[in-house]
C-alpha cells in the first residue's frame, strides 16, 4: 500500500514538530525518517498510524483519505521500541492477541489463529519460545516477537519507532540486518524512525532525513551519504571534517588549497564552508606535488581493519592551534605503509570537497 503524506503541520503549543511535510512513499518500499531527537519523525510517524491528529494537511492511504480514520481503521501494524509486549500473557498469546480481540465477524477461529501464529512464530526464528513469557526473553527476542505481534493482523503499512533503539550494539545490527532480510520477503510498505544513520544507511530502501520539522532530503542511502544538499546532512550521515573559507566566480579557497567548482560561478567573494568525509583525507610523508597544507599528528587510534588520525593543522600559524582537529581514516595497509608516529608532521590533501556558502 502507498502513503501519500501532504502538507502536514503539526504544534505542541509554540513549539512546531512538523513544518509543512509532504512525502510519498510508493508500495513495498523501506522507508527511514532519520534525524535528530525533537526534529519531528517520531510525531509524523504517529500521525500517519492516526495516533496524532495534524494540524492541517492529510494522510492517504493507496489515494484514499485516511486522515479522520481511526488507528484500528487503518490498518497499521506499530513497533514501539520498548516493545510493549504483555508480561502476563505467553509468547503465543502476545502474538495471537491482535487476532482474538477482532470483532466477531472478522475474528478467525481457534484452529486458524493457531496456524497464523506458529507461522509467525516460524518467521521470526522463535517458535520454539512459544510457552515462555517476556521477562523470559532477551531484548532482541522481546523486538522479534513484538515484531510478530505488529504483522498478525495482516498490516498493510508497518511502522517501527526506533524499533532497536533499547538494545546493545551488537544485537541491534544482527536485528537490522534481519529486518532488512524480513522485509525482502515479505515486501509490507514500512516506515521506521531512527536517529542512527547508520541504521538508516544498511536498513533503507530510501532514507528522508528531517531537521526541525522540515524535510532537509530524500534519497537512497548512497545518494544522501554521497550528495548532501545541506551542511545539515552532511553533518549528520557520518564523521566530517569542516573548513572556513571564502568562494569568488566558481572557486573556493580552502586552507589555502584553490578547489575549482562546478557551480557558484556568479558569487563573489562570499564565505563558504567546506566539508570533506575522514576516509577522503590522504595523507602524506611528503608533499607530493598536489596542492595539499601542512598538519601535525596528535593521535592514532587503530580500530579494527582503520586507523583513525588526529591531525592539527600547521599551516594557519597560531590559529591552527584554536582549529578543530582534522580527521583522517587509513586502512591498516597505508598505514603501515606511511609508517607515521604520533608527532610527526606530515602533509595533508582533501578529496572530494564539498562547499556551501555560509
Known amino acids: 500500500m502507498s502513503i501519500e503524506i501532504r502538507n502536514i503541520r503539526k504544534n505542541f503549543g509554540s513549539f512546531s514538530a512538523l513544518n509543512d511535510v509532504s512525502l510519498d512513499v510508493p508500495s513495498g518500499e523501506l522507508v527511514a525518517l532519520l534525524g535528530p531527537s525533537g526534529c519531528g519523525k517520531t510525531t509524523l510517524l504517529r500521525i500517519i498510524a492516526g495516533l496524532e491528529t495534524p494540524d492541517s494537511g492529510s494522510i492517504h492511504f493507496h489515494g484514499n483519505d485516511a486522515t479522520a480514520r481511526q488507528v484500528r481503521e487503518r490498518e497499521v501494524g506499530f513497533v514501539f521500541q520498548h516493545y510493549a509486549l504483555f508480561r502476563h500473557m505467553t509468547v503465543f498469546e502476545n502474538v495471537a492477541f491482535g487476532l482474538r480481540v477482532r470483532p466477531k465477524k472478522t475474528r478467525p477461529t481457534d484452529t486458524e489463529i493457531k496456524r497464523r501464529v506458529h507461522e509467525l512464530l516460524n518467521l521470526v526464528q522463535l517458535d520454539w519460545l512459544a510457552d515462555r513469557y517476556p521477562p523470559q526473553l532477551s531484548g532482541g527476542q522481546r523486538q522479534r516477537i513484538a515484531l510478530a505481534r505488529a504483522l498478525a493482523v495482516e498490516p498493510k503499512v508497518l511502522l517501527l519507532d526506533e524499533p532497536f533503539g533499547a538494545l546493545d550494539a551488537k544485537v541491534r545490527k544482527e536485528l537490522r540486518r534481519w529486518l532488512r532480510r524480513l522485509h525482502d520477503e515479505l515486501h509490507i510498505t514500512s516506515i521506521f524512525v531512527t536517529h542512527d544513520q547508520e541504521e538508516a544507511l544498511e536498513v533503507a530502501d530510501r532514507i528522508v532525513v528531517i531537521n526541525k520539522g522540515n524535510i532537509e532530503q530524500i534519497g537512497s542511502p548512497q545518494a544522501v551519504y554521497d550528495h548532501p544538499v545541506s551542511p545539515f546532512v552532511y553533518q549528520f550521515l557520518g564523521n566530517v571534517n569542516q573548513f572556513n ?25 562570499s564565505a563558504a564552508l567546506a566539508y570533506v568525509r575522514p576516509h577522503d583525507i590522504e595523507v602524506h610523508k611528503e608533499r607530493n606535488g598536489e596542492q595539499s597544507f601542512e598538519a601535525h599528528v596528535s593521535y592514532i587510534h587503530a580500530i579494527g581493519p582503520l586507523v583513525r588520525l588526529e591531525l592539527q593543522r600547521l599551516s594557519s600559524g597560531l590559529e591552527s592551534l584554536e582549529a578543530e582537529p582534522i580527521q583522517a581514516e587509513l586502512t591498516q595497509e597505508r598505514f603501515r605503509e606511511l609508517n607515521i608516529q604520533q608527532g610527526e608532521r606530515v602533509f595533508v590533501t582533501p578529496r572530494n570537497v564539498k562547499v556551501f556558502l555560509s
Open 245 to 269: 573559507g571564502h568562494i569568488h566566480e566558481g572557486e573556493a579557497k580552502i586552507d589555502g588549497i584553490d578547489i575549482k567548482l562546478n557551480d557558484h560561478h556568479a558569487t563573489q567573494n
